[in-house]
């Protein structure tokens, strides 16, 4: 396997997270959707990242592929395999990747249009509030750790992920004090050795 992208991206990073938690070995090659757009585009004709290149040379373009590919050859899947906790799972992990979503649309909205949309931008800053807040809820009365059967799963790595994308591409647009359970549970996702293992500082795009 060889994932393609930077780990400043909330979706590359919770790819590689998965893949490292599920012991499955890959490559990385750390490419921006911008300085590396020449060398991206024959793999990936979308031009986008995360790309994940299978053995078998088949080129995956979405994390959600990709995350299906990794729970299929792991040991152990890091999500729920059926029923109500799955559904659970899946909806704070749709909550999660979309608040990343639109965390990356304002900042494209912000620094790269030259003409800013202050109706758009609103919309997006109001989207991530959005979110933030129903996980928030969600946190209350969950683990302080891993919220589905005590084992990390997909939506841990979604939400820690996206969490700090959003601050760091961001500032101050969530504040900690008014989300102190979510703030909690993904500064207590940050602390373990994968996470810190996969981590990497947001690199504008220039």
């Not at 999660?96 to 790269?112: I, P, W």
């Not at 949309?117 to 109001?126: F, K, N, T, V, Y």
């Not at 946190?139 to 919220?147: D, E, K, Q, T, V």
């Not at 703030?183 to 940050?190: P, S, V």
């Amino acid at each position: 396997l060889t994932l393609i992208g930077q780990c400043d991206s909330p979706f590359v990073r919770r790819v590689a997270i998965a893949q490292t938690a599920s012991a499955i070995p890959f490559a990385h090659l750390s490419w921006s959707v911008f300085g590396d757009a020449d060398r991206l585009r024959p793999i990936n004709p979308l031009v986008r990242v995360p790309t994940l290149i299978l053995e078998s040379g088949t080129v995956l373009v979405d994390s959600h592929a990709m995350l299906d590919h990794i729970d299929r050859h792991a040991a152990t899947p890091l999500r729920p395999e059926s029923g109500s906790e799955r559904d659970a799972a899946l909806r704070i992990e749709g909550l999660a990747t979309g608040m990343a979503e639109k965390a990356v649309s304002l900042f494209y909205e912000l620094h790269l249009h030259q003409h800013v949309s202050d109706l758009w931008a609103e919309r997006c800053r109001d989207q991530i509030a959005g979110a933030a807040h129903a996980l928030d809820a969600e946190a209350r009365g969950r683990p302080p750790l891993c919220w589905f059967g005590g084992r990390l799963t997909h939506a841990d790595i979604a939400l820690a992920a996206a969490w700090r994308f959003v601050h760091e591409a961001h500032p101050g647009l969530l504040s900690d004090a008014a989300l102190p359970t979510l703030a909690a549970h993904a500064a207590a996702l940050e602390a373990q050795p994968v996470f810190q293992a996969i981590a990497q500082p947001f690199i504008p795009p220039a």
